[in-house]
């Protein structure tokens, strides 16, 4: 095992799991199946596993494979095998949302009835020509460009025409009228206390196109409830999706969880580490014969606990 694999990696501040005096955490670890898990990924299980073991509760496993384009059988198979071989056990059986199209199209009916939702027929080009065209465009707290609003106020009559003709087009949510309808929200971020809900930071997004029956917004918002999760644990680059999350919930009448954005961790030169960091991938950790233990101390964690063990595992 080489000093070098075993680095500590750049964590911006500790991470603390919250404990409450009579809550059990229902957390999930939620990957995408388009690459390998790495560090990142390892961290974000591990304080998932970890809020819902000391707390009692349950920790739960959810594929993000909705993108048939991306999403590769042979990297979900490789995602249960690296959890396994950190002992990162999880609850019931693994939940798979290419498997839930239904549930995702009746929470895009129920909004499509309230008002909220409009249908948008932009290319990516008509987007940026609008945007070149403004001048001065709108952007999100990331400093990406928001969609410009181009279809928000189209004639009825049209939208039922193009719809009818066929034309392509993706379905996004009005934030605005949303936001009439459910007035002024919050939510609770165990680290930033309760924070005022503004989902217009980032823009009438995109909740579901004509090949993905949902967004990561929506597809989220119904699991997360449909599965029962209280504690959502998460980077914090996904922070102010909150916001939209937080509507989405009160429109659909949904139960509403509290937050952790955790630290990201960083490679060795601090920068956010991706899928193409094929080198600090746990597969090829693992290949060049470091333990989970030395994983852990990459992180800057301690072994994880033989006691917060899930009860169904059988013991080492
Ligand atoms: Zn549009």
Redesign the pocket.
């Known amino acids: 095992m080489s000093a070098e694999g075993e680095r500590p990696l750049a964590l911006r501040g500790p991470d603390f799991v919250p404990l409450f005096a009579d809550a059990a955490h229902v957390t999930r670890f939620a990957p995408s199946p388009t690459g390998y898990l790495h560090l990142g990924h390892a961290y974000a299980a591990r304080f998932a596993f970890e809020a819902a073991r000391l707390s009692g509760g349950r920790f739960l496993l959810r594929l993000e494979d909705l993108d048939p384009g991306r999403c590769r059988p042979e990297f979900a198979a490789a995602i249960l095998e690296d959890l396994r071989w950190l002992g990162l056990f999880w609850d019931g059986s693994v939940v798979r949302q290419s498997q839930r199209s239904a549930l995702y199209r009746r929470a895009l009916a129920r909004l499509r009835a309230l008002g909220v939702l409009y249908p ?3 290319t990516r080009e008509r987007v940026r020509e609008e945007i070149a065209r403004m001048g001065e465009a709108p952007h999100g707290p990331a400093g990406e460009l928001l969609y410009p609003g ?2 928000r106020d189209l004639p009825e009559a049209e939208r039922r025409a193009r719809i009818a003709r066929g034309e392509p087009h993706a379905w996004r949510l009005d934030v605005a009228r949303a936001g009439e309808r459910t007035g002024p929200l919050a939510w609770y971020d165990v680290r930033a206390g309760w924070v005022e809900a503004r989902p217009e930071l980032l823009g009438d997004v995109v909740l579901a196109r004509k090949d993905a029956p949902a967004s990561y917004h929506l597809a989220v918002v119904v699991d997360d409830a449909a599965q029962g999760v209280t504690l959502v644990t998460r980077g914090e680059d996904l922070f102010h999706a909150t916001h939209v999350h937080r509507l989405l919930q009160a429109l659909l009448g949904l139960p509403v969880p509290i937050w952790y954005h955790h630290n990201l961790v960083g490679d060795a030169q601090g920068r956010r580490m991706a899928k193409r960091n094929g080198a600090l991938s746990l597969r090829h950790l693992r290949a060049r014969g470091i333990a989970p233990e030395a994983i852990w101390r990459m992180l800057g964690l301690g072994a994880a606990s033989p006691e917060i063990r899930c009860p169904g595992a059988s013991p080492s």
């Open positions: 948008c027929f932009c181009t279809c």
